[in-house]
């Protein structure tokens, strides 16, 4: 008789135990993207489960972005959205570079949130969620200043080949423009040890590529002492199972020739192709100085992606200094470039700058600098018709009966394979590019 009675009061327990659910939302770079992961997972195990709706979730979340002023209305467009959904008893909490930077102002513009947290206080949030559960309001603005990084072993990564490492949090650099610094507090890097125990454990887990993150890579400092950067780099490249590393974003002030040897894709923000502009950014590098680092790229013996970032439009650019960030990309070559218009940020010295560029203008230029950079790469990406490729299978591209692909060097490569040859998502196939796009290549699955 009790053998065949169903488990029922389990059963009962299970669906009756109330299960706290949140949603996320995040704006940004990449770091914020992986800041994100690591907050799911830190939620998932304080008792959380993640929806995929607003409607569905009790704390709503959003990871911010205040890079330009643009990024930061976003967020304020989204409380004022949501406002309503408060009669139903959710909350709302606001994370990142947005809470660190407007703080405690949050709760006046936006009685609805009841937590404010910057980045640099994560490790914090398990006991801000128990104060927000309460019905108390949370702060967690006032770590810009520790030592520590947010390590966690909950991170809930959405991709399952290809994943992220933080290895070194903030920026001390102060760029004329960025409210980096103020927004992520101050330069940290963690153990080289701790890095390679998540790489060998992300290995375990089936990854075979892995993307180091920080907002100046080059300028990590094992606190621990045992590696530099290019040492690191080598280290998460030698793991069994790795068969790609990457990094973001590399300053050319710390750039180091060491690393040259060591990946296929650099991206080196350069900001302005002319000197004077670089010096009012406080770039801390010429252009010749720039181009050097190019060139000793350019003389590796593999041969190297390079992209970039470049403002138009910052305080007192002229025509002639515009006409310098141009034939910067002629010179350069990049593969591709992100580009910005300069927009005014709180708390950074270029916001007392006389000679703003009127808006229209900054939008002539940043269109020129992109058709110009389109030109680029229609001439360089023809250049792979003919050639051979390996690459790391992302999706599947129904519509067009196409794989999606990507390159060691990070150039996106979609393809046709024969007749009943499925690759598996995550694997690595050789691929032969027969057409090329401003911004992709067209292959055949070589079997
Ligand atoms: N740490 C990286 C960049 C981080 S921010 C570096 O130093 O290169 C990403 C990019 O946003 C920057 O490279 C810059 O091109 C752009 N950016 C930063 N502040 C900006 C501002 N105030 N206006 C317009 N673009 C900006
Ligand atoms: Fe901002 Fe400069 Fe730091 Fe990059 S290096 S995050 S642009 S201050
Ligand atoms: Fe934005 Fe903060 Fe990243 S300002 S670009 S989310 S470091």
Redesign the pocket.
């Known amino acids: 008789m009790l053998s065949t009675e169903p488990p029922t009061r389990y059963t009962l327990f299970m669906s009756t135990a109330p299960q706290k659910t949140f949603y996320v939302e995040t704006f940004g770079c990449q770091m914020n993207v992986h800041d994100s992961e690591k907050v799911i997972g830190t939620l998932v195990h304080q008792g959380y489960s993640q929806v995929q709706t607003v409607e569905q979730a009790d704390l709503i979340l959003y990871n911010t972005c205040s890079i330009r002023d643009k990024a930061e209305q976003k967020v304020f467009h989204r409380l004022a959205d949501y406002k309503k959904l408060l009669a139903q008893g959710k909350k709302f909490g606001v994370l990142g570079c947005v809470a660190q930077q407007e703080g405690e102002k949050i709760f006046e513009r936006a009685p609805h949130v009841s937590l404010v947290c910057g980045s640099a206080s994560y490790r914090n949030l398990p006991q801000m969620l128990i104060q927000i559960e309460a019905g108390k309001r949370a702060t967690g603005l006032d770590d810009r200043e520790t030592d520590e990084c947010f390590e966690t072993e909950f991170t809930a990564r959405t991709n399952p080949h290809r994943g992220y490492i933080t290895i070194i949090e903030g920026?001390d650099?102060?760029?004329a423009y960025?409210v980096?610094?103020f927004t992520r507090g101050k330069e940290r890097s963690r153990t080289s040890e701790s890095v390679l125990a998540e790489a060998r454990q992300m290995v375990d887990r089936g990854y075979t590529e892995i993307q180091l993150l920080g907002?100046?890579v080059n300028s990590y400092k094992d606190p621990a002492g045992k590696r530099s950067f290019a040492e690191l780099l080598t280290a998460v490249g030698e793991i069994p199972g790795i068969k790609r590393v990457r990094f973001t974003t590399s300053?050319p002030r710390d750039f180091g020739r060491d690393i040259v040897e060591l990946c296929d894709h650099v991206h080196l923000p350069v900001q302005s192709g002319s000197t004077r502009v670089l010096d009012a950014m406080q770039r801390l590098y010429t252009r010749e100085q720039y181009l050097e680092r190019i060139a000793s790229m350019k003389a590796a013996k593999r041969e190297l992606s390079i992209t970039t970032d470049v403002i138009v439009g910052f305080p007192g650019e002229t025509e002639a200094d515009f006409a310098e960030t141009l034939s910067l990309l002629d010179e350069v070559g990049y593969d591709s470039i992100f580009t910005f218009k300069y927009s005014p940020r709180p708390n950074t010295p270029s916001l007392a700058l006389d000679d703003a560029i009127p808006e229209q203008e900054k939008s002539r230029r940043l269109e020129v600098l992109m058709s110009k950079q389109k030109e680029i790469q229609i001439v360089r990406y023809r250049k792979y018709i003919g050639a051979r490729a390996e690459v790391m299978v992302e999706g599947r591209n129904e519509a067009r009966k196409q794989w999606i692909g990507r390159t060691s060097q990070n150039k996106t490569l979609n393809f046709s394979a024969p007749e009943g040859t499925e690759p598996k998502l995550g694997s690595y196939v050789p691929v032969s590019i027969t057409a090329s796009f401003p911004n992709s290549l067209l292959g055949e699955m070589v079997i």
């Open positions: 920026c650099k102060f760029c960025c980096v610094p907002q100046n300053h």
